[in-house]
């Protein structure tokens, strides 16, 4: 199959475009996740987090798991924010129950300037073919959405060296060094950058930002460490590819307060989680931008009927017309229940209908 071959169901690139579509479309983050026992499966099979992620084959099988489940619009290319980080020498590694934790984490002027900026083809070749692989598998039934970690929320990993609660590291950094967290932002913005570009011409037909951590930062903070760099991530990848625009999205988690600064990166759409309005939202940023989002993820332990009141809610808020796609706030919880999720994808083919044409 040609990579410009036409697609089956191009809703989610036509809302993100903020072009008219039949019914909202949905994909939800984490939907290749411990919540299905045959990513379960296959995760044992690989023997490591990284082993899965870092296999081409297995990453696309966990890529169109949900798939054959669901009626999702769009296939997000099972992968990790940190493998740029890894990619730079610092030696990623997943404890059990613990999460990622970096074996040389990046604390000095010194550390910082002797980082290098990934090839992606030949330093995180296993993204760019297992990318490749899952659009020849898809064969054009939906888009693939390929992403990045932000680069403050790289940052934020890279020199605390695993997770954290205070960010009492990257924050001294900020506040002390400012201009060697700016050295690092600014090689992590042309490294992101290019991974997603080379994401693009791999085959990914959208792509999205996950600035996790942008929300524990002061306003201006916010703009300065995070946003300004996250506009250079936007500036510095392709946005067509195969004749068709490539929509950029942002997600910054806790960040509604910003929606407006972040609209006006040039972005095509704002992810929002679940505190914030989506009707305020997008009476804020009008049709510059299209909106996703913004389920509680919890209300996927509620029973089917709850979850259809609240996907109603959710679609009602953002109300009639195109530029909205359906998500949760954030990631499915590895102890969600698939047939809950499922209540969740129909409720939104069954509901949204209403709200378009």
């Known amino acids: 199959m040609s990579s410009s071959a036409p697609l089956d169901n191009d809703r989610l690139l036509r809302a993100l475009l903020r072009e008219p579509v039949d019914r909202t479309p949905v994909w939800l983050m984490r ?34 798991q949900p798939l054959r489940r669901f009626r999702l619009d769009a296939a997000i290319l099972f992968s990790d924010i940190l493998t740029v980080p890894d990619a730079m020498g610092l030696g990623l590694g997943f404890a059990e129950g613990e999460g990622p934790r970096f074996d040389r984490p990046v604390r000095s002027r010194a550390e910082i300037d002797a980082l290098g900026v990934p090839d992606p083809e030949r330093d995180l070749r296993y993204v760019m073919d297992a990318v490749r692989l899952i659009r020849r598998e898809l064969g054009g039934r939906v888009p693939l959405i390929g992403f990045a970690g932000s680069p403050w929320t790289l940052a934020t990993y890279m020199v605390e060296g695993a997770s954290t609660r205070d960010f009492r590291r990257v924050k001294g950094l900020m506040f002390d060094e400012p201009a ?15 991974y997603l570009d080379a994401q693009v011409a791999a085959g990914a037909q959208a792509v999205m930002v996950f600035d996790t951590w942008g929300g524990v930062l002061s306003p201006a903070a916010y703009r300065e460490f995070s ?61 510059r931008v299209a909106l996703q989002g913004n389920l509680d993820p919890c209300v996927l332990y509620a029973s089917p009927v709850t979850i259809r ?49």
């Open 227 to 287: 946003l300004d760099y996250m506009a250079r991530v936007v500036a510095g990848v392709r946005r067509s590819h195969d004749g068709r625009r490539v929509p950029v999205v942002l997600f910054t988690k806790g960040g509604g307060a910003w929606i407006e600064d972040i609209a006006a990166t040039g972005c095509d759409a704002v992810g929002l989680d679940w505190t914030t309005d989506l009707g305020d939202a997008r009476a804020r940023v009008g049709s």
């Open 309 to 357: 009141e609240h996907v109603g809610q959710v679609l009602a808020s953002f109300g009639r017309g195109s530029g909205h796609v359906f998500n949760l706030g954030h990631g499915l919880h590895p102890g969600m229940d698939p047939e809950h999720v499922g209540a969740c994808i129909e409720a939104v083919h069954a509901l949204s209908p209403a709200h378009h044409g």
């Open 180 to 194: 060697a967290l700016h050295a690092l932002l600014g090689r992590l913005a042309e490294a992101v950058a290019l």
């Open 31 to 64: 939907q290749a996740g411990r919540y299905l026992p045959e990513y379960r499966e296959t995760r044992a099979k690989a023997g490591s987090f990284m082993g899965l992620a870092g296999n081409p084959e297995l990453a696309c099988e966990v890529t169109l």
